[in-house]
């Protein structure tokens, strides 16, 4: 639960802890994120997907829990159901990854999760946003930087990674990006 207090705190500082906000929880797991943003954002309608149907059972027997009515969970392993422009606020924590990824002697990552596929979410995602909407990626292999749709956002928040974080990240060609840290996390659509 509230893993990202720094993170949300800041979306609340940008958008408003009282406004009728819409936020996408994109891989949303077993919940813990969605019922964390409730508490940052109690009148924001909130969406959570995920691709597994077992965490989204869990998220439903949650819900049965609270009776929030402006609250919903899905299973899907993309946003290509969601309406364009539908979302003030997307987030993306801990998705886009592979924990075999930071093992020793990595050098390329197509044998687990392809850049090309982060590419096309990245701009699914921010078919979905709305104009000035802001898109959330933490703890990732990419970098929406090399995107073709990265083009379309600015960075508003970055945080400093970790020493001893093992998350490594990979270019647009799959190969790792020796040394390189990607602190970059909130960013806003420009278009």
Same mark, same amino acid.
């Given at each position: 639960?509230?893993?990202?207090?720094?993170?949300?705190?800041?979306?609340?500082?940008?958008?408003?802890?009282?406004?009728?906000?819409?936020?996408?929880?994109? /891989?949303?797991?077993? /919940?813990?994120?969605?019922?964390?943003?409730?508490?940052?954002?109690?009148?924001?309608?909130?969406?959570?997907?995920?691709?597994?149907?077992?965490?989204?059972?869990?998220?439903?027997?949650?819900?049965?829990?609270?009776?929030?009515?402006?609250?919903?969970?899905?299973?899907?392993?993309?946003?290509?159901?969601?309406?364009? /422009?539908?979302?003030?606020?997307?987030?993306?924590?801990?998705?886009?990854?592979?924990?075999?990824?930071?093992?020793?002697?990595?050098?390329?990552?197509?044998?687990?999760?392809?850049?090309?596929?982060?590419?096309?979410?990245?701009?699914?995602?921010?078919?979905?946003?709305?104009?000035?909407?802001?898109?959330?990626?933490?703890?990732?292999?990419?970098?929406?930087?090399?995107?073709?749709?990265?083009?379309?956002?600015?960075?508003?928040?970055?945080?400093?990674?970790?020493?001893?974080?093992?998350?490594?990240?990979? /270019?647009?060609?799959?190969?790792?990006?020796?040394?390189?840290?990607?602190?970059?996390?909130?960013?806003?659509?420009?278009?």
């Amino acid at each position: 639960m509230d893993r990202y207090p720094r993170i949300f705190r800041f979306i609340q500082a940008q958008l408003g802890a009282d406004t009728a906000i819409r936020i996408l929880s994109f /891989g949303c797991s077993t /919940g813990e994120e969605v019922i964390s943003l409730r508490r940052h954002f109690p009148h924001a309608v909130i969406k959570g997907i995920d691709v597994n149907p077992a965490n989204i059972a869990r998220c439903l027997e949650r819900l049965k829990q609270t009776a929030d009515p402006l609250m919903a969970f899905a299973a899907a392993d993309s946003t290509s159901n969601e309406p364009d /422009g539908a979302y003030d606020v997307i987030f993306c924590m801990a998705l886009f990854r592979h924990g075999d990824l930071s093992g020793p002697g990595v050098t390329c990552c197509d044998h687990r999760i392809e850049f090309a596929a982060f590419a096309r979410a990245i701009a699914d995602l921010s078919r979905c946003l709305k104009p000035r909407g802001l898109l959330v990626i933490r703890n990732s292999n990419f970098r929406l930087c090399d995107t073709p749709a990265g083009a379309e956002f600015e960075t508003i928040l970055s945080l400093p990674v970790a020493e001893d974080d093992t998350l490594r990240v990979f /270019g647009p060609d799959n190969r790792l990006l020796a040394g390189v840290r990607y602190p970059d996390t909130v960013f806003r659509r420009i278009q």
